[in-house]
């Protein structure tokens, strides 16, 4: 049976895709006939991010399912014209780019490095760093991207922490959940790295309240959602020396405004949304394989649970 698949992306993002999911499609043995223009009523399944021509989903009247090119879907659940089965994006690009970056700028913290690029004053000031197995690195969100970084910073020896909303265990890394838990992952983290999604339940995670728990000094590492940040409260703690300081690769209102008080603060780095991307090799893969699975009758990969909204 042949299919016919939607491309509802950026217009500008078709040209890499084509090939790549072609490519995937074929290695799959699926029938499909792909493109940006069909019929509403003829449509089997819509390739999507936000930014691309669909919004109202209304028409498309034999649609099976909606493939999230994004791993956030906080744009697209409110989105009350989508009945369709939703999944998002999770996918070997994103997490082998977010285990790059995460580990990237944990090691920066640690070992100090931004004295050397920034601080060269003439003077002969060596401090070792501690080793990774005695610095503790508290990851917030254990979904696909934030189990990949701590696999990654145990490997290197870090002690690692995770917080979820609901308990998890992974190897080597000692779990938290709940209100309570938040608390135990925060008061012993020098370096906090956040990788949760953007929920009602998760909008200012970090705040003043939060921000108290820290150890003085602590390093804020933010690769996940603008909205997981109470701004102010950052720059307050980050004035008073609570935080020591912030890498941000992701904001409320994007780009950053040039006269954001981020980009002057001497203890933030700013990051242009550059920690992961989905790449369209690997996203192609995933796409594929929730067609092959969804036309076979199994269960899709990286369904999206509407009431927790991811």
Request: hydrophobic share 45%; charged share 20%; with cysteine.
């Given at each position: 049976m042949t299919v016919n698949v939607l491309f509802a992306g950026r217009a500008a993002s078709w040209p890499a895709y084509e090939p790549e999911l072609k490519r995937a499609f074929?290695?799959?043995?699926?029938?499909?006939?792909?493109?940006?223009?069909?019929?509403?009523?003829?449509?089997?399944?819509?390739?999507?991010?936000?930014?691309?021509?669909?919004?109202?989903?209304t028409p498309f009247t034999r649609l099976k399912a909606v493939l999230s090119l994004w791993a956030g879907v906080e744009k697209i659940v409110p989105n009350t014209t989508l009945t369709a089965p939703l999944t998002r994006m999770v996918d070997a690009g994103l997490e082998l780019g977010m285990r790059e970056w995460v580990a990237g700028h944990t090691l920066r913290y640690h070992l100090g490095m931004d004295a050397h690029i920034q601080g060269q004053t003439g003077r002969w000031e060596p401090k070792v760093p501690p080793l990774a197995r005695d610095r503790k690195v508290t990851i917030l969100g254990l979904g696909a991207l934030g189990r990949a970084a701590a696999e990654t910073l145990t490997a290197l020896g870090f002690a690692v922490t995770g917080w979820s909303r609901t308990q998890k265990q992974l190897n080597g890394v000692t779990c938290h959940a709940g209100?309570?838990?938040?608390?135990?992952?925060?008061?012993?983290?020098?370096?906090?790295?956040?990788?949760l999604p953007d929920t009602p339940a998760t909008t200012n995670i970090l705040n003043a309240e939060t921000l108290a728990m820290l150890p003085r000094g602590a390093r804020i590492i933010n690769p996940g959602r603008g909205p997981l940040i109470d701004d102010d409260a950052l720059l307050a703690a980050l004035d008073s020396g609570q935080v020591g300081h912030a890498t941000l690769d992701v904001f409320r209102v994007e780009p950053l405004p040039p006269e954001h008080p981020y980009w002057a603060h001497p203890n933030v780095t700013v990051t242009p949304h550059i920690a992961s991307e989905t790449r369209e090799s690997t996203a192609a893969e995933v796409i594929a394989e929730n067609i092959r699975r969804c036309e076979a009758g199994e269960p899709m990969l990286h369904l999206v649970d509407r009431s927790l909204g991811y």
């Open positions: 074929d290695a799959l043995g699926l029938t499909v006939n792909l493109g940006c223009d069909f019929a509403p009523q003829e449509v089997d399944y819509i390739i999507y991010a936000p930014t691309g021509p669909v919004s109202d989903f209100e309570d838990g938040l608390r135990r992952a925060l008061e012993q983290a020098e370096i906090v790295v956040l990788l």
